[in-house]
């Protein structure tokens, strides 16, 4: 059973930095991208950023040049540094890996509970 274990949300005044963690848990062959995406309320779930297993990373516009996506493949950790955050900003915040659980399977979409990060003075 694979899991991925977000944390590190919370409330921040605008302008301040928070900084994500999400850990992959369980039986995991290979993980090729891994990434954060949020949605907030009444709106669809966008990618925040992502990173490739050799470390390529992909920013969504409204968050480059602020925040930072790092992984440590041997923990199978992803992280990402938010610096200089807006009210806008306040979403649930969600963990994604892609990858496979054994030799054999066919590489998934993994999925985090999601943390809660609040923007707001």
């Known amino acids: 059973q694979v899991q991925l274990v977000e944390s590190g949300g919370g409330l921040v005044q605008p302008g301040g930095s928070l900084r994500l963690s999400c850990a992959a848990s369980g039986i995991m062959f290979s993980i090729s991208n891994m990434g954060w995406y949020r949605q907030a309320p009444g709106k669809q779930r966008e990618l925040v950023a992502s990173?490739?297993?050799?470390?390529?990373?992909n920013y969504a516009d409204s968050v480059k040049g602020r925040f930072t996506i790092s992984r440590d493949n041997a923990k199978k950790t992803v992280y990402v540094q938010m610096n200089s955050l807006k009210p806008e900003e306040t979403a649930v915040y969600y963990c994604?890996?892609?990858?496979?659980?054994?030799?054999?399977?066919?590489?998934?979409?993994?999925w985090g509970q999601g943390t809660q990060v609040t923007v707001s003075s």
């Open positions: 990173i490739s297993s050799d470390g390529t990373t």
């Open positions: 994604n890996a892609y990858g496979r659980t054994d030799l054999f399977a066919s590489p998934r979409a993994f």
